[in-house]
């Protein structure tokens, strides 16, 4: 399916849409027939992308604002689902975590069958370090933060968590489920961990 074929589709879904109280509203209905139709060649193992779990349908029914009881729940539900390593230990190579950080390979219909390790893509939405001069602003500057935060175990373990899984931190965030939906590996989010939390790393400069 060609992009500008998708965006003729959702552009019609929109027009189609409502206005209610300066919010656009649109047909669930609508929407997901608009999907499937947009990735009607996709491959098998895809087909399941396409289905929202019990966390992304209440945190989309709710525009990303659960009320405390269903942000509670989320919480705890997406926390159940942290794979941690074997051994314990929770920091990787900081400098592989740099790699993972600048990579967005993964997870699209050119990657596939995948040829390449997913990457991370951080700098599409954080800045890390000084030397990068490209990235997102999405989410917050991450410059110096493990300086600011410490590596005490606790600290590394939040932060391994947020990557893992942010959701068990802090439900309805728009990072995504890293760990949980096996886009990276528990190595992988080790190396990422190490990137922001090791005094060498060029983010804690």
Not at 130 to 136: M, N, Q, W
Request: with cysteine; proline share 8%.
């Amino acid at each position: 399916m060609k992009p500008i074929l998708v965006a003729v589709g959702l552009s019609a879904l929109f027009a189609t849409s409502t206005l209610s109280a300066d919010r656009l509203t649109v047909d669930p209905a609508r929407a997901e027939a608009a999907i499937k139709a947009a990735f009607r060649a996709a491959p098998p193992d895809w087909q399941s992308r396409l289905i929202p779990d019990d966390t992304l349908s209440e945190c989309s029914g709710t525009d990303n604002s659960p009320s405390a009881a269903q942000f509670e729940a989320i919480r705890k539900r997406e926390a159940a689902k942290v794979a941690y390593p074997d051994d314990g230990k929770l920091l990787g190579d900081w400098k592989k975590g740099e790699r993972l950080a600048q990579s967005g390979y993964g997870m699209r219909f050119t990657d596939y069958p995948p040829r390449n390790p997913n990457g991370g893509n951080c700098y599409a939405c954080h800045q890390l370090t000084r030397h990068e001069v490209s990235y997102g602003t999405i989410g917050p500057s991450l410059l110096g933060y493990g300086k600011a935060r410490g590596t005490t175990p606790e600290a590394v373990k939040e932060v391994y968590e947020k990557i893992y899984n942010p959701h068990a931190t802090f439900a309805c965030s728009l990072m995504p489920r890293f760990g949980t939906n096996k886009v990276l590996t528990v190595e992988q989010t080790k190396d990422l961990v190490a990137l922001l939390m090791d005094p060498a790393s060029p983010v804690n400069e």
